[in-house]
Nanobody, 127 residues
Framework: HLQLVESGGGLVQPGGSLRLSCAVS????????IGWFRQAPGKEREGVSCISSDGGSTTYATSVKGRFTISRDNAKNTMYLQMNGLRPEDTAVYYCAAALRATAQGMCVIRPGIGYWGQGTQVTVSS
């Protein structure tokens, strides 16, 4: 089983930046699509950004396009989410996940209980 651990969350002012990391152990990321999800209080968990196993395709939620960038480093078994231009509505618990999915789009619609998930890291955007 893969174990995923997020880091890099925190409190940031509107317009600021954060870089989330997700370190993976217990296996190799090479064959997995990966993604970042978030859940705000009172809302369902949503796919923020995902990337295919070969890194060849990515997908982003409309609300984060142009501001967030997903990446993966298979050699380090780590994935990242660079978040720029943060807004108060980006406040949520952010989760990383890995699953055997053929496409980035297919990855970003998985539900908890499918694949492997981290425990989450809080991101708060507030002045």
């Amino acid at each position: 089983h893969l174990q995923l651990v997020e880091s890099g969350g925190g409190l940031v002012q509107p317009g600021g930046s954060l870089r989330l990391s997700c370190a993976v152990s217990g296996g190799t990321l090479d064959y997995y699509a990966i993604g970042w999800f978030r859940q705000a209080p009172g809302k369902e968990r949503e796919g923020v950004s995902c990337i295919s196993s070969d890194g060849g395709s990515t997908t982003y939620a409309t609300s984060v396009k142009g501001r967030f960038t997903i990446s993966r480093d298979n050699a380090k078994n780590t994935m990242y989410l660079q978040m720029n231009g943060l807004r108060p509505e980006d406040t949520a618990v952010y989760y990383c996940a890995a699953a055997l999915r053929a496409t980035a789009q297919g990855m970003c619609v998985i539900r908890p209980g499918i694949g492997y998930w981290g425990q989450g890291t809080q991101v708060t955007v507030s002045s």
